[in-house]
């Protein structure tokens, strides 16, 4: 079947809310490491999946699905040693007093609980997120989301404020700015009855337009949250588990300690497998009073799997090949800079890189910028090199590949990236 008779019937059988990447969109039928592979044998070079975050197939991990599966698949109502073995490991990586593992199947359901835990906790129902924030697709985590864009409204108790700014001429003081907006968020949600339940962040801040530095820039906000009397809840979903590569979870390179933290998918390399970690006191009126049940998260496949990520992050030294692959990435793409002048404000942490796209070398309001990173973007897949857009309007080129990414595909996407700038007007 052609991509076009394939594109088609996609069309027909799952409706036009299912989105694809690319203007000649790609059939992947097989992964291996950070390489993927179309229907025609062709490989690509993949920069852009965090889900399968120790690489797409690893063996370990495949083999520990495959083994769990022939012998047992169930939920948490029974006991079992491997899920507590697992929470107890993931717990000792992120400090802070967080005593608590409740598991979900996937980011947005975690998002979910996170917020019920905090609006609980506090009596109140007003929370507070970055003006394109994505933290889910369930009702209550679409509601938090504003990247879904206007048609899906924030929540009637949901306020924004502006996230940090790339290039901001004072960098460490963007947190004392997010501060100084807290409070007016707050004083609004007051105002109308909802009080201050919670603010919540994606610790790399990637739908934002990825703005990961200076590291710490972020205490005076929490320092904020606290004061006003609400939760921080840190979104891990994209920035942990060794993505930045100087620390396991994002939120550590700031210093700050959340009172709550969301992961997703890349916890289990893909398998429907996320949680809460959450302060013990947050907890236990809440699974007194409150009658929550999750069917299959933490499920035994799943979590035979999230063990195998951890033990692949730690054998195979992947926190330290993002910082040093990262930041090998990181220079590659400031050296482009100083010869594209459509490039400006590289940044990044570890694996999780950005960089600005600008007409002519200047920031544009309109559709300039976004045209031009589409064009980057669909230029490097003709290279079979695989990225994606992302910020308020989709002008941030944002890589961020599997962990296992290398100084040869660095090079390999540097050198694409060199030759789809050239091709381009200046």
């Excluded at 993927?36 to 889900?51: I, P, R």
């Excluded at 049940?293 to 993002?322: K, P, Y």
Aim: aromatic fraction near 6%; include cysteine; hydrophobic fraction near 45%.
């Amino acid at each position: 079947m052609s991509g076009g008779e394939l594109l088609a019937r996609r069309r027909r059988l799952l409706g036009p809310a299912y989105r694809h990447f690319y203007e000649d969109p790609v059939e992947i039928v097989r992964g291996e490491g950070v390489h993927l592979f179309d229907a025609a044998g062709n490989e690509y070079l993949d920069a852009y999946n965090n889900v399968p975050c120790v690489g797409h197939a690893h063996p370990r991990v495949v083999a520990a699905i495959a083994d769990q599966a022939g012998r047992l698949n169930t939920h948490t109502r029974y006991l079992a040693a491997p899920i507590l073995d697992y929470a107890e490991r993931l717990l000792a990586t992120l400090g802070g007093g967080l005593g608590h593992l409740m598991f979900t199947c996937s980011g947005s359901e975690a998002t979910d609980l996170a917020l019920r835990i905090a609006r609980f906790q506090s009596g109140r129902r007003g929370v507070v997120v970055t003006a394109n924030a994505y933290h889910g697709l369930t009702t209550a985590a679409s509601e938090v989301s504003p990247s879904l864009g206007p048609a899906v409204a924030p929540g009637e108790a949901v306020r924004t404020i502006a996230a940090p700014a790339p290039g901001a001429a004072d960098p460490e003081r963007e947190g004392e700015r997010m501060a100084a907006e807290l409070a007016v968020a707050v004083a609004e949600l007051e105002a109308a009855g909802h009080g201050f339940a919670a603010f919540l962040a994606d610790s790399i801040f990637s739908s934002d337009g990825v703005v990961p530095d200076p590291a710490g820039f972020l205490r005076p906000l929490a320092a904020a949250v606290a004061a006003h009397g609400g939760l921080y809840v840190a979104d891990e979903v994209q920035a942990g588990f060794a993505r930045t590569g100087e620390a396991m979870w994002g939120f550590q390179r700031h210093g700050i300690e959340p009172d709550l933290v969301t992961m997703g998918k890349p916890m289990g390399n893909g398998m429907p497998i996320a949680a809460v970690a959450a302060r013990a006191e947050l907890v236990e009126e809440f699974g007194r009073t409150i009658r929550y049940f999750n069917t299959f998260g933490g499920n035994s496949v799943s979590i035979v799997a999230a063990t195998a990520v951890l033990d692949v992050i730690e054998d195979e030294g992947l926190l330290a090949n993002a910082a040093a692959t990262g930041a090998q990435l990181l220079a590659a793409l400031t050296e482009l800079e100083g010869r594209h002048p459509l490039l400006r404000h590289a940044r990044g942490a570890g694996l999780f890189t950005g960089v600005d796209v600008a007409a002519a070398g200047k920031p544009t309001a309109g559709a300039d910028s976004a045209a031009l990173a589409d064009a980057i973007v669909n230029g490097l897949r003709r290279h079979r090199v695989l990225i994606a857009a992302t910020g308020p309007r989709g002008d941030v080129l944002k890589i961020r590949p599997p962990l296992p990414f290398a100084a040869a595909d660095v090079d390999r996407l540097a050198g694409a990236l060199d030759d789809v700038l050239a091709a381009l007007p200046a």
